[in-house]
């Protein structure tokens, strides 16, 4: 639960948001934002062995980085 907290607590642009939690019987469920592009996992497996363009991977680099940057300066370990 406490992660849970801390997840409605974050409001970055490139952290995907948060919208509830609930509990289904033991199971917590977290309901998160629709990302339009899908998730990362999936791009990889679509590209059936192609690699990615560099300014691709460059932009998810400095995406990944401004986020983690917004959770360290929120103090997050």
Known sequence: MQEVKLLSEL?????VG???S???????NI?????????LTTLIKN???????????LDWFIQLCLALRYIHQRRVT
């Open 31 to 39: 309901v998160m934002n629709y990302c339009d592009g899908g998730d």
């Open 11 to 15: 409001h970055h642009p490139f952290i």
């Open 22 to 28: 609930f509990l289904d019987g033991e199971l917590l």
């Open 18 to 20: 948060y919208r509830e």
């Open 47 to 57: 590209q059936q062995g192609k690699h990615f363009a560099e300014e691709q991977i």
